[in-house]
């Protein structure tokens, strides 16, 4: 746990996989984009907003139970109870997740005289479960993966990885690409997209290509990322 009014120690991964960080940054980035779009309306939040905003929160759901069913269930065959505190926080996140559905509800049957109060309301709401989450992320970051480290090896934890991606359907990989691909560094981004371009079907990489990275990246993060991608296929 995170000690109140001081920074965390981040201790070195040693070189050691990391399952959390890729999808971590990218709920973080999600996260603010939201956060920031939501206290720039004001008054005026579309429907559009809204509509990524519960589809946010529909991740969030997923990713939890993800990680509930492949890395705890994995952990505590192992160690006991080594993800229980998590899952205390993963309820909740749940609870925390119908309550700002409850929020969202709210401001859109609000009538004109009440909507600043209720897009205030919400907006604070989802600030403050971002700081819960992002402490949540960090523990998961830091002391949880200490304990996977030293219970598991690589290999070992890119199997319990691969058993999260192959248990989703491929609009679900769709919809995570989007928020991850434009959220991690460029040699985070051909570590991932290599990877997919070697060993995924190539109808499967193809995809997360036309829908996932041409969309949301710049015209010179592609430009630099066809580049990496070029010098991978070619060693391969």
């Known amino acids: 746990m995170i000690p109140p009014h001081s ?3 981040i201790a070195s991964t040693c070189g050691r996989y990391d399952m ?3 999808i971590h940054k990218a709920l973080r980035k999600a996260q603010c984009d939201i956060v920031v779009r939501l206290g720039q309306a004001g008054t005026d939040i579309t429907p559009g907003l809204l509509t990524d905003l519960r589809d946010l ?6 990713h939890i139970s993800h990680e509930e069913a492949h890395i705890h269930m994995a952990a505590e065959l192992r160690m006991p109870q080594a993800s229980s505190r998590l899952k205390g926080q993963h309820d909740t996140h749940r609870d925390t997740f119908l309550g700002l559905e409850g929020l969202i509800v709210a ?13 205030r309301r919400l907006y604070l709401a989802f600030s403050a479960f ?8 960090l523990e998961e970051e830091t002391a949880h993966n200490d304990t996977l480290w030293r219970q598991f090896s690589d290999a070992e934890l890119m199997n319990i990885e691969g058993g999260i991606i192959a248990s989703l359907a491929p609009e679900k990989v769709i919809r995570f690409m989007r ?22 079907p190539p109808e499967a990489f193809t995809a997360v290509m036309e829908l996932a990275v041409y969309p949301t990246l710049s ?3 592609l430009r630099d990322l066809e580049k990496r991608l070029s010098n991978v296929a070619a060693a391969a």
């Not at 929160?57 to 997923?62: P, T, V």
């Not at 401001?107 to 897009?119: G, I, K, N, T, V």
């Open 7 to 9: 920074l965390p120690v």
């Open 20 to 22: 959390y960080g890729f």
């Open 57 to 62: 929160l529909d991740l969030g759901r997923l």
């Open 107 to 119: 401001f859109e049957q609000a009538p004109s005289s009440l909507r600043q109060d209720a897009a």
């Open 130 to 137: 971002m700081a819960r989450d992002f402490e949540h992320m």
């Open 179 to 200: 928020l991850m691909v434009p959220a991690i560094s460029r040699h985070e981004r051909v570590t991932l997209l290599g990877g997919m371009k070697v060993n995924a």
């Open 219 to 221: 015209v010179e993060d």
